[in-house]
Every structure is written in structure tokens, then in C-alpha cells.
T-cell receptor, first 114, second 117 residues
Framework: ETGVTQSPTHLIKTRGQQVTLRCSSQ?????VSWYQQALGQGPQFIFQYYREEENGRGNFPPRFSGLQFPNYSSELNVNALELDDSALYLC?????????????FGPGTRLLVL | AQSVTQLDSHVSVSEGTPVLLRCNYSSSYSPSLFWYVQHPNKGLQLLLK??????LVKGINGFEAEFKKSETSFHLTKPSAHMSDAAEYFCVVSVRGYGGATNKLIFGTGTLLAVQP
């Protein structure tokens, strides 16, 4: 157990809808990163949040957005859902700025877009 | 640019025999490398990490990996496979963003390990 939690565990949406996924980071960590893992592939970096600001972004369109709260928990929002957004969404927490890069992952949210 | 290449998409071993999962990396500076494991319908669990200390890194569940700069490799090994080791394994490199303020993980394509009884 990493202490990183995600909700919900599963979600079904239809194309064009919006979705919000949530992540609670491990105690003492200040950074949350989000990854998308399509079926049969390795995770792809979406973005990272540090001190409540986006701190790096992968090759994802602006309809993928996020937030980080003062308690370091985070949300991932996806607007105008497309079929290809169906994937496992993973969040990872870490302690940036202390020379420690290790990211600890939550169990993921599996999103199905119909 | 930093990247990792996992040389085998599938590896099958018999229970009790050694495991070797191969990974090569590409990095313009001394990399931080990781192995993560993902059991079916589960999140990612950290097995071990290399961050420029000892080149032989010991992880959980009897796994270890050796960083070889001359070969740009970071292969994962275990002396004796157990049925519970069946899972997907990812070799990962950490990439620092501009000014070092960001670190993102770049994953390999994964190696699916099957353990036969």
C-alpha cells in the first residue's frame, strides 16, 4: 500500500461528457502527477502539479486539465470525452524539491467512454 | 532525449528458474531508473530504483537490477521465479524538466512475465 488513493475506481461516460477524477497523495508528499494508461500500453505522462500549479505537461490537449488543493490532493478533469479517452488513469505522489524523485502510484481509475 | 527500451514484450519461465527482463536506456545525463510491476487490474508498485549510488540495486520480493553504463542497460533479475511474480513489468526513466523543477516518468512498453508451474 502506497497511501495514494483514487476515486472512483471505475467510471462509464458517454462521448462528449465531462469527467472528474480524484487523487489523495501520500502523507508528506507535495507533488501529484497524472498518467494515462491505454489498454496494452505503458502509462503516458499527462501533467504534474506542485504547490497548486501545473509544473509540466505531456502531449495531451487542453481539454485535459487539473487542480491541486492546499492539502496536496488533486483532480483531473477531462472535457468533451472521446472514445480514445477510455483508459486507466493513474496518479502518483512524490516529494519534489528534496532530491527524491520516486513516484508512488495509486490503484487507478478505469474510465470507459461509450 | 531520455527513453527506455524493453527488449522483450513477453517472457515465460518455469517456477523456480531465474528471471531476466531486459531494459536499455538512453539518457544525456546520469539517469534515475526504476522498475515497476503491475499485477492484473492493479496500479503500479515500485520494485526498485537506481539513483547513481550502488550500481547493483536490490528491490522487493528478491528482485535486483544492475546499472551498466558501458552497455546502457538496467536489466531486472531474480534467481528463482514464483507463481506470484506473474505480472507486467515496466522499466522507467525519470526525466527532469526545465530547471529541474519537474520530474516525469517515461515508461517502456512493458514485459509480460508468465510463470509456468
Amino acid at each position: 500500500e502506497t497511501g495514494v488513493t483514487q476515486s472512483p475506481t471505475h467510471l462509464i461516460k458517454t462521448r462528449g461528457q465531462q469527467v472528474t477524477l480524484r487523487c489523495s497523495s501520500q502523507s508528506g508528499h507535495n507533488t501529484v502527477s497524472w498518467y494515462q494508461q491505454a489498454l496494452g500500453q505503458g502509462p503516458q505522462f499527462i501533467f504534474q502539479y506542485y504547490r497548486e500549479e501545473e509544473n509540466g505537461r505531456g502531449n495531451f490537449p487542453p481539454r485535459f486539465s487539473g487542480l491541486q488543493f492546499p492539502n496536496y490532493s488533486s483532480e483531473l478533469n477531462v472535457n468533451a470525452l472521446e472514445l480514445d479517452d477510455s483508459a486507466l488513469y493513474l496518479c502518483a505522489s512524490s516529494l519534489l524539491g528534496q532530491g527524491q524523485e520516486t513516484q508512488y502510484f495509486g490503484p487507478g481509475t478505469r474510465l470507459l467512454v461509450l | 532525449a531520455q527513453s527506455v527500451t524493453q527488449l522483450d514484450s513477453h517472457v515465460s519461465v518455469s517456477e523456480g528458474t531465474p528471471v531476466l527482463l531486459r531494459c536499455n536506456y538512453s539518457s544525456s545525463y546520469s539517469p534515475s531508473l526504476f522498475w515497476y510491476v503491475q499485477h492484473p487490474n492493479k496500479g503500479l508498485q515500485l520494485l526498485l530504483k537506481y539513483t547513481s549510488a550502488a550500481t547493483l540495486v536490490k528491490g522487493i520480493n528478491g528482485f535486483e537490477a544492475e546499472f551498466k553504463k558501458s552497455e546502457t542497460s538496467f536489466h531486472l533479475t531474480k534467481p528463482s521465479a514464483h507463481m506470484s511474480d506473474a505480472a507486467e513489468y515496466f522499466c522507467v526513466v525519470s526525466v527532469r524538466g526545465y530547471g529541474g523543477a519537474t520530474n516525469k516518468l517515461i515508461f517502456g512498453t512493458g514485459t509480460l512475465l508468465a510463470v509456468q508451474p
